[in-house]
Nanobody
Framework: QALLVESGGGLVQPGGSLTLSCAAS????????MSWYRQAPGKERELVAT????????NYADDVKGRFTISRDNSKNQAYLQMNNLKPEDTATYYC??????????WGQGTQVTVSS
């Protein structure tokens, strides 16, 4: 059974940085395209970034381009989201998602990111 576990969230001041991690198990990670989504209170869940396979092509939402970087380490079954120059509007619960590995899409449980002074 596919399992994703996010970590690395927390409280950070505006302009600060965080790196989120997504640990995968129960499926062939190298076959899965990985994405990060976020959901702020009262808002719909939105796509933040995607990294594909096998090319590791990346794509970003317009409001995080140049600030966030998605990456993956297939040897460790991990995906990452490096977030720099964080803004209060980045406050949300961040989720990772895996698709394309031969089963239904898998979601993690989320990790909270709060950007506040």
């Amino acid at each position: 059974q596919a399992l994703l576990v996010e970590s690395g969230g927390g409280l950070v001041q505006p302009g600060g940085s965080l790196t989120l991690s997504c640990a995968a198990s129960g499926f062939t990670f190298s076959r899965a395209a990985m994405s990060w989504y976020r959901q702020a209170p009262g808002k719909e869940r939105e796509l933040v970034a995607t990294i594909s396979v096998p090319s590791s092509f990346t794509n970003y939402a317009d409001d995080v381009k140049g600030r966030f970087t998605i990456s993956r380490d297939n040897s460790k079954n991990q995906a990452y989201l490096q977030m720099n120059n964080l803004k209060p509007e980045d406050t949300a619960t961040y989720y990772c998602k895996a698709v394309g590995f031969g089963e239904s899409p898998a979601w993690g449980q989320g990790t909270q990111v709060t950007v506040s002074s």
